[in-house]
Protein backbone atom coordinates (compact mmCIF):
# COMPACT_ATOMS: atom_id res chain seq x y z
CA UNK A 1 0.00 0.00 0.00
CA UNK A 2 1.15 3.49 -1.25
CA UNK A 3 1.31 6.45 0.65
CA UNK A 4 -0.92 7.83 -1.04
CA UNK A 5 -2.98 5.26 -0.86
CA UNK A 6 -3.35 5.60 3.40
CA UNK A 7 -3.43 9.11 3.17
CA UNK A 8 -6.27 9.81 1.13
CA UNK A 9 -9.85 8.54 1.77
CA UNK A 10 -10.98 9.04 -2.37
CA UNK A 11 -8.89 10.26 -4.75
CA UNK A 12 -10.76 10.89 -8.39
CA UNK A 13 -10.49 12.32 -11.75
CA UNK A 14 -11.60 15.74 -12.55
CA UNK A 15 -11.33 18.10 -15.39
CA UNK A 16 -8.14 19.65 -13.81
CA UNK A 17 -6.27 16.62 -12.79
CA UNK A 18 -7.51 14.70 -9.83
CA UNK A 19 -8.74 15.25 -6.16
CA UNK A 20 -7.30 13.66 -3.42
CA UNK A 21 -9.81 13.79 -0.39
CA UNK A 22 -8.75 13.39 3.04
CA UNK A 23 -10.92 13.08 5.99
CA UNK A 24 -10.69 13.12 9.94
CA UNK A 25 -13.67 11.38 11.40
CA UNK A 26 -16.87 12.11 9.84
CA UNK A 27 -15.37 16.06 8.69
CA UNK A 28 -13.47 16.80 5.18
CA UNK A 29 -9.62 17.81 6.77
CA UNK A 30 -8.08 18.19 3.04
CA UNK A 31 -8.46 18.37 -0.13
CA UNK A 32 -4.85 18.24 -2.49
CA UNK A 33 -4.77 18.83 -6.27
CA UNK A 34 -3.15 15.81 -7.89
CA UNK A 35 -1.38 14.84 -11.37
CA UNK A 36 -4.01 13.62 -14.00
CA UNK A 37 -2.43 10.29 -14.13
CA UNK A 38 -3.10 9.64 -10.52
CA UNK A 39 -4.56 6.36 -9.90
CA UNK A 40 -8.34 6.49 -8.51
CA UNK A 41 -9.56 5.41 -5.25
CA UNK A 42 -13.12 4.81 -4.16
CA UNK A 43 -14.72 5.99 -0.96
CA UNK A 44 -14.93 3.91 1.13
CA UNK A 45 -17.52 5.46 3.05
CA UNK A 46 -20.69 6.84 3.33
CA UNK A 47 -19.44 10.34 4.71
CA UNK A 48 -16.67 10.40 1.91
CA UNK A 49 -18.87 9.25 -1.02
CA UNK A 50 -20.84 12.31 -0.06
CA UNK A 51 -18.06 14.68 0.08
CA UNK A 52 -17.31 13.09 -3.59
CA UNK A 53 -20.82 12.97 -4.74
CA UNK A 54 -20.89 17.09 -3.64
CA UNK A 55 -17.98 18.27 -5.49
CA UNK A 56 -18.96 16.02 -8.59
CA UNK A 57 -21.82 17.62 -8.49
CA UNK A 58 -20.09 21.30 -8.52
CA UNK A 59 -18.05 20.28 -11.20
CA UNK A 60 -21.11 19.79 -13.30
CA UNK A 61 -22.91 23.12 -11.89
CA UNK A 62 -20.46 25.75 -10.55
CA UNK A 63 -23.46 27.48 -8.92
CA UNK A 64 -24.10 24.52 -6.94
CA UNK A 65 -23.60 24.95 -2.83
CA UNK A 66 -21.38 23.13 -0.58
CA UNK A 67 -23.16 21.25 2.52
CA UNK A 68 -19.86 19.48 3.82
CA UNK A 69 -18.84 19.33 7.83
CA UNK A 70 -15.40 20.48 7.65
CA UNK A 71 -12.81 20.44 10.02
CA UNK A 72 -10.03 23.87 9.13
CA UNK A 73 -7.50 23.66 10.99
CA UNK A 74 -5.46 27.32 11.05
CA UNK A 75 -4.73 30.21 12.81
CA UNK A 76 -7.59 32.24 13.95
CA UNK A 77 -6.64 35.11 11.45
CA UNK A 78 -6.36 31.98 8.92
CA UNK A 79 -10.07 30.71 10.22
CA UNK A 80 -11.60 34.21 9.58
CA UNK A 81 -10.12 35.01 6.58
CA UNK A 82 -11.63 30.92 4.83
CA UNK A 83 -14.95 32.09 6.74
CA UNK A 84 -15.25 35.33 4.26
CA UNK A 85 -14.36 33.28 1.61
CA UNK A 86 -17.22 31.14 1.86
CA UNK A 87 -19.83 34.24 1.80
CA UNK A 88 -18.35 35.16 -2.09
CA UNK A 89 -20.62 33.79 -4.36
CA UNK A 90 -20.27 31.19 -7.33
CA UNK A 91 -19.40 33.71 -9.63
CA UNK A 92 -18.41 36.41 -7.99
CA UNK A 93 -14.67 37.70 -6.50
CA UNK A 94 -13.17 39.94 -4.04
CA UNK A 95 -9.63 41.08 -4.20
CA UNK A 96 -7.17 40.53 -1.52
CA UNK A 97 -7.89 44.06 -0.94
CA UNK A 98 -11.50 43.82 -0.22
CA UNK A 99 -11.19 41.15 1.47
CA UNK A 100 -8.23 42.56 4.08
CA UNK A 101 -10.04 45.83 4.38
CA UNK A 102 -13.43 43.44 5.87
CA UNK A 103 -11.01 41.96 8.03
CA UNK A 104 -8.96 44.99 8.85
CA UNK A 105 -5.66 43.33 7.64
CA UNK A 106 -3.49 43.72 4.66
CA UNK A 107 -3.90 42.03 1.16
CA UNK A 108 -0.58 40.15 1.66
CA UNK A 109 -2.09 38.18 5.00
CA UNK A 110 -5.00 37.52 3.25
CA UNK A 111 -3.15 36.02 0.37
CA UNK A 112 -0.87 33.82 2.66
CA UNK A 113 -4.07 32.51 4.36
CA UNK A 114 -5.54 31.60 1.55
CA UNK A 115 -2.43 29.48 0.20
CA UNK A 116 -2.65 27.65 3.42
CA UNK A 117 -6.31 27.23 2.71
CA UNK A 118 -6.62 23.05 3.58
CA UNK A 119 -9.89 22.99 1.41
CA UNK A 120 -9.66 24.49 -2.08
CA UNK A 121 -12.35 24.14 -4.27
CA UNK A 122 -14.98 24.10 -1.25
CA UNK A 123 -13.75 27.13 0.80
CA UNK A 124 -13.12 28.91 -2.27
CA UNK A 125 -9.96 30.60 -2.24
CA UNK A 126 -10.01 30.63 -6.44
CA UNK A 127 -12.67 33.59 -5.73
CA UNK A 128 -9.81 36.21 -4.35
CA UNK A 129 -8.31 38.11 -7.46
CA UNK A 130 -4.99 40.79 -7.75
CA UNK A 131 -6.36 44.04 -7.90
CA UNK A 132 -4.84 44.34 -11.06
CA UNK A 133 -5.05 40.52 -12.56
CA UNK A 134 -6.16 37.32 -12.01
CA UNK A 135 -3.25 37.03 -8.52
CA UNK A 136 -2.28 33.88 -7.62
CA UNK A 137 -3.11 30.32 -6.81
CA UNK A 138 -1.44 27.73 -4.20
CA UNK A 139 1.29 30.08 -3.74
CA UNK A 140 1.86 29.96 -7.28
CA UNK A 141 1.84 32.52 -9.86
CA UNK A 142 1.99 30.91 -13.31
CA UNK A 143 1.77 27.35 -14.14
CA UNK A 144 -0.85 24.39 -13.53
CA UNK A 145 -2.21 26.36 -10.47
CA UNK A 146 -3.54 29.36 -12.44
CA UNK A 147 -5.33 26.87 -15.05
CA UNK A 148 -6.84 25.55 -12.52
CA UNK A 149 -8.24 28.66 -10.77
CA UNK A 150 -8.93 30.04 -14.10
CA UNK A 151 -10.78 26.57 -14.90
CA UNK A 152 -13.08 27.24 -11.46
CA UNK A 153 -13.70 31.01 -12.14
CA UNK A 154 -14.87 30.37 -15.48
CA UNK A 155 -16.74 27.28 -14.70
CA UNK A 156 -18.64 29.32 -12.49
CA UNK A 157 -19.59 31.99 -15.04
CA UNK A 158 -16.95 34.59 -14.06
CA UNK A 159 -15.48 36.23 -17.43
CA UNK A 160 -12.74 38.13 -16.06
CA UNK A 161 -9.91 35.90 -16.27
CA UNK A 162 -10.23 35.59 -19.86
Known amino acids: MSQQDREFQAIFPVPFGALGIVMRGETLHQIDFLPQNTSSKPPA ?8 SQIQHYLVDGKRLFTLPLRLHGTDFQQKVWAELQTIP ?3 VRTYGEVAKRLNSSPRAVGNACRANPCP ?4 CHRVVGANGIGGFSGKREGGPLAIKRW ?4 EGWSGCN
Do not use: A, C, M, Q
Not at 45 to 52: E, G, P
Not at 152 to 155: A, D, F, G, Q, T
Open 45 to 52: DDVTRNVV
Open 90 to 92: SGE
Open 121 to 124: VVVP
Open 152 to 155: LLNH
